[in-house]
């Protein structure tokens, strides 16, 4: 149980401006893992086992990518009672993201905006940070079914023209594949110009296909198997995401996440902020992400791994997620908003779900 209740530190976080108080957070979730600090955040893990994808997840919450783009806290946030967290997006050379500023709050809303960029270190940093961890250090010695599961997410360098993109994805699923639980690719984000081009039929048929070829050489070349997942935008109508689904199943790619922030404002006209370009997230984009589960798991069918996403602010959220067709839920703007408590708030009802 956190020492020091969240609710308390948000009005200061909330004073300051909305990137300045995410880089505080990180570094105090990094530079106090493993040290009396961490029982300022830290909680208990609720015990809910699961297998997808064939790996053994010890509960259904996960932390989404993009809160910790480097993989510099992940110790901090293994401490917060996640079942698995998920790093990045990180690029195969570094990058600063787009002009600042270029995050911002919707209170009213629960939202966030932002259109960060991928700014990132690079991925030879990433990848020393992970190696760095704790947790991987443990993580090979532990027991299945014990130890929070790490999802290592990759996308493209901004400079990179959209028709060299799969050059990027193969640079960065080559770098991170020995040191990831699962490896996703995201082709999502609203904020890298043209990414969400790579979701069309053709490209993403080149990507999928390329990819999965190069997942099978370096199984063998590592003897070991890593699930691939792709990460979706929730602006796609039945028909795209039938396409998509389509080609999930085709290249036989192990799982989907749905889904990333959406370019929708209809949530939230009129507010503060409403109108400034990026990716909306939090409860605004609940709807729209329930809705892209629900069609994918029609589309897959029973057993296709599925991590819904987007609006998670509370366990009930988290629920209504699994009921539409997710199997493992993920949260960024939850935590932002409900802090540490929201990760043993959703997993003990997913785990009272799951009893029924």
Same mark, same amino acid.
């Given at each position: ?5 969240? *609710? @308390? ?9 909305? $990137?300045? +108080? ?6 105090? &979730? =990094? ?119 790490? *999802? @290592? ?9 959209? $028709?060299? +993109? ?6 960065? &699923? =080559? ?120 069609? @994918? ?20 959220? =988290? ?38």
């Amino acid at each position: 149980m956190a020492l020091l209740p969240y *609710g @308390l530190a948000r009005p200061f976080l909330f004073n300051l401006d909305p $990137e300045a +108080a995410h880089e505080m957070t990180i570094d105090a &979730l =990094a530079r106090g893992a493993g040290t009396p600090l961490q029982w300022a955040w830290c909680g208990a893990r609720v015990d809910d086992p699961v297998i997808v994808a064939g790996l053994h997840f010890p509960n259904r919450v996960g932390l989404a990518a993009g809160l910790d783009k480097n993989a510099r806290a992940i110790d901090g946030f293994a401490g917060m009672g996640f079942g698995f967290v998920e790093v990045g997006t990180v690029t195969p050379l570094a990058q600063p993201g787009n002009p600042k500023p270029r995050m911002f709050r919707l209170p009213q809303a629960h939202a966030l905006i932002n259109r960060m960029g991928f700014n990132n270190d690079g991925l030879d940093a990433f990848v020393r940070n992970v190696r760095n961890s704790r947790f991987h250090s443990r993580s090979r010695s532990s027991g299945k079914g014990q130890r929070m599961i790490l *999802g @290592l997410n990759i996308g493209k360098n901004a400079t990179t023209p959209i $028709e060299r +993109a799969t050059d990027d994805y193969l640079i960065g &699923l =080559a770098g991170v594949y020995p040191h990831a639980d699962y490896v996703t690719v995201n082709i999502s984000s609203p904020n890298t110009k043209n990414l969400r081009d790579l979701q069309s039929d053709a490209a993403l048929d080149a990507l999928l296909g390329a990819l999965k070829s190069r997942q099978r050489e370096l199984a063998d070349e590592h003897r070991r198997q890593v699930p691939l997942f792709l990460k979706i935008a929730p602006d796609l109508d039945a028909s795209q995401v039938q396409a998509i689904a389509d080609a999930l199943r085709r290249h036989a790619i192990d799982g989907v996440i749905a889904t990333n922030t959406t370019l929708s404002r209809e949530a939230v006209q009129g507010m503060r902020h409403a109108d400034e370009a990026g990716g909306l997230s939090g409860a605004p984009v609940r709807e729209a992400s329930n809705r892209v589960v629900s069609e @994918l798991r029609a589309a897959l069918g029973e057993g296709f791994p599925i991590i819904g996403v987007g609006g998670v602010m509370s366990g009930a959220d =988290a629920v209504a997620k699994i009921d539409a067709g997710a199997d493992l839920v993920q949260i960024y703007t939850g935590l932002i908003y409900r802090g540490p408590a929201l990760v043993q708030e959703a997993a003990a009802q997913l785990r009272q779900r799951a009893a029924r």
